[in-house]
C-alpha cells in the first residue's frame, strides 16, 4: 500500500508539468454464476503508452510452496527475468514438471527441501505439474505489462497509481475455457482524480485439482 501512495504522489508530481493526474481502477471478476473468482490476472496496458516492464526493474524470486497436496498460490504472477523456485513443505515427495514452450524443467523434491530458482526469461503462461500427484497444478504468468495484479478471495484486483487516459484491461483464468483468444478484455477510460470498477463475468470450466492422484489410487 505504501509503495502505491509513493508512486501515485510520483504521479501527482508529474501532473503538474503535464496535466495528468491519478486515477483508480478496480476490477471484478465473477463466475458464470455470481461469485468471486480468485486468482485471475488483471493486466492494464495503455494502447499508445509504453507498454513494456519499467527498465531497470529488479528482478524478484518468487516460492510456490507445495503444502498438503497442493500448490500455493495456485496462480502466481511474475515478471520476465524473476526466477521461481519450488519448496516441499508436506512429508512426501513431490517431482514438479513443465512441458511449457515458454520453459520446460523438472525437479525432484524431497520433503523439506526446496529446488534451485530457475529464471524465467519469457513472458507467456507456464503450465506446472506433479509427475506424482495428477491433482497437483500451478501456473505462472509471466507478463512485461507495466501493471498486473492477481484476485484476491473477492475476486477484485486495484490499481490507485495510474495517470488518467485510455486503456485496454485484459483479464485471464486458467479455468477459461480453451480457444482463441484465452484472454478477456475491456478498453477503459480514466478521468482525473476518478476512480473506476470494471466487472468481468467469466464462464469457467471446472476446477481440475479435484482430480484423483497415483500416489492414492494403487496404481
Known amino acids: 500500500m505504501r509503495s502505491g501512495v509513493v508512486a501515485c504522489v510520483f504521479m501527482v508530481w508529474l501532473a503538474l508539468a503535464s496535466g495528468a493526474a491519478c486515477a483508480g481502477l478496480s476490477v471484478r471478476v465473477t463466475d458464470q454464476a455470481g461469485r ?25 524470486t518468487r516460492t510456490i ?7 500455493m498460490p495456485y496462480v502466481e504472477v511474475l515478471r520476465p527475468g524473476d526466477s521461481v523456485a519450488f519448496r516441499n513443505s508436506d512429508a512426501t515427495q513431490h517431482h514438479v514438471y513443465s512441458f511449457s514452450p515458454v520453459k520446460r524443467f523438472e525437479f525432484v523434491v524431497v520433503p523439506g527441501a526446496r529446488s534451485a530458482p530457475l529464471v524465467l526469461d519469457k513472458a507467456g503462461v507456464v503450465a506446472v505439474g506433479c509427475n506424482i500427484h495428477d491433482g497437483m497444478i500451478n501456473y ?3 507478463t512485461d505489462a507495466p501493471k498486473a495484479a492477481r484476485t484476491d478471495a473477492r475476486g477484485r484486483a486495484t490499481f490507485d497509481d495510474l495517470p488518467a487516459g485510455r486503456y485496454l484491461v485484459r483479464v485471464w483464468h486458467p479455468r477459461l475455457p480453451p480457444g482463441r483468444p484465452d484472454l478477456r478484455e475491456k478498453p477503459a477510460t480514466l478521468v482525473d482524480g476518478q476512480d ?13 485439482r479435484r482430480q484423483f492422484d497415483r500416489e492414492h489410487t494403487h496404481y
Open 36 to 60: 468471486p473468482v480468485a486468482n485471475a490476472v488483471v493486466t492494464v496496458i495503455a494502447p499508445d503508452g509504453d507498454d513494456a516492464t519499467p527498465a531497470g526493474a529488479t528482478p524478484a
Open 196 to 208: 473506476r470498477t470494471l466487472a468481468f463475468p467469466l464462464a469457467l470450466r471446472p476446477d481440475p
Open 140 to 142: 505462472l504468468y509471466v
Open 65 to 71: 510452496d507445495q503444502k498438503q497436496l497442493t500448490f
